[in-house]
């Protein structure tokens, strides 16, 4: 490591490719949680998947014998319908969805009205999150839509998932789809590595991001996202990016991990 792991009071933690694949807890997962109660460390669980609710998250946790609240939750699903309220007036409430539960329970709390696919070219925007039920007729209306001169709107630009089988297509292959479908249509996309869902953590945290760290294992998400946000930020080698990834960017994480056991043991060896 090249700089101290110090001054840290909150982190701001990804969930898949760090936490778990898929449904398989990864080594250390509970320790790692019993460290950061004993410690008193605040935390976020930040996650570009906008396809489970907070609920959802924490009974996905529960069955590994990990138990967090729905505070300590934030999805791209929840900062996408926070954007959609503060830059869309009343009256350009009518949307589009591509995406499961958790992004269309998001954005229903927030009173958006969601088109279907016999009334979408109506829509003011089109909204695209994963979903691992797509069909082609989804994907045709929001085409239609977009070009009927709809707003993009995307939860995030993730090309993979990382599950216990291997990558599989996320957000951004969808979205991929679109542009291409579109004529070059591209979404203005709200998650990692875009600043905004760190922004939304720290508040919720009430914390600086000076005291903050990150934890994710993508590059091009969470760690270029945590440099975007000016926080500092650590890669485990879990998920997506590895060692020879690095030497393709131009940016680095302020620490690199092999794992959260060795994530966890720095914590366990933090100076209180």
Known sequence: ????????????IDMDGVLWHGNKPLKGLNDFFNTLRERQLDFILATNNSTLTPAE????????????AEKEILTSSMVTAAYLVAHYPPEKNKLFMIGERGLKEALLAQEFILKTVDDAPDADVVVCGLDRQLEWNQLATATLTLRAGA?????????????ELGLVPGNGSILAALETATGG???LCLG???????????KLLKRQASETITIGDRLDTDILGSVRANIRSVMVLTGVSSKE????????????????????????????
Request: glycine letters at 2%; proline letters at 6%; one cysteine or more.
């Open 185 to 187: 249509i591209k979404p």
């Open 151 to 163: 707003q993009f709107i995307a939860t995030n630009s993730d090309t993979t998932l990382p599950t």
């Open 57 to 68: 998250y924490t009974q996905k946790l529960a069955k590994m014998g990990v138990t967090v």
């Open 1 to 12: 490591m090249t700089e101290k792991f110090t001054h840290i009071n909150a982190l701001i």
């Open 192 to 202: 990692k590595p875009e600043p905004l869902m760190y922004q939304h953590a720290l």
């Open 245 to 272: 990834d690095l030497k393709k960017v131009d940016y680095q994480p302020t620490w690199i991990m092999d794992d959260i056991c060795v994530l966890t043991q720095a914590i366990k060896d933090l100076k209180k």
